[in-house]
């Protein structure tokens, strides 16, 4: 994820891994918007890899992609 350019903080979060400083007692925020923006922008590098790889059948011989899958991240 940070290889896109999502910040280590945040990938964190997502990954629920624990924080070992004095925030972690102190910051009690939930991070719900970065954590939603994070994972549908991840979402959209991986759609794009798969419909890449749609492209070879050898690669890939179904792909489903649900249609409400785009309307989570609006």
């Known amino acids: 994820m940070t290889s896109i350019g999502i910040p280590r903080q945040t ?13 972690r007692v102190y ?9 939603r923006a994070a994972l549908c922008r ?10 890449r790889d749609a492209a070879d059948p050898d690669r890939l011989r179904a792909i489903a992609i649900p249609e409400d899958i785009r309307a989570m991240c609006s």
């Open 42 to 51: 991840w979402g959209d590098e991986l759609l794009t890899v798969v419909k």
């Open 11 to 23: 990938v964190a979060r997502v990954l629920n891994h624990l924080e070992r400083d004095v925030t």
């Open 27 to 35: 910051d009690r925020y939930s991070y719900d918007a970065e954590k």
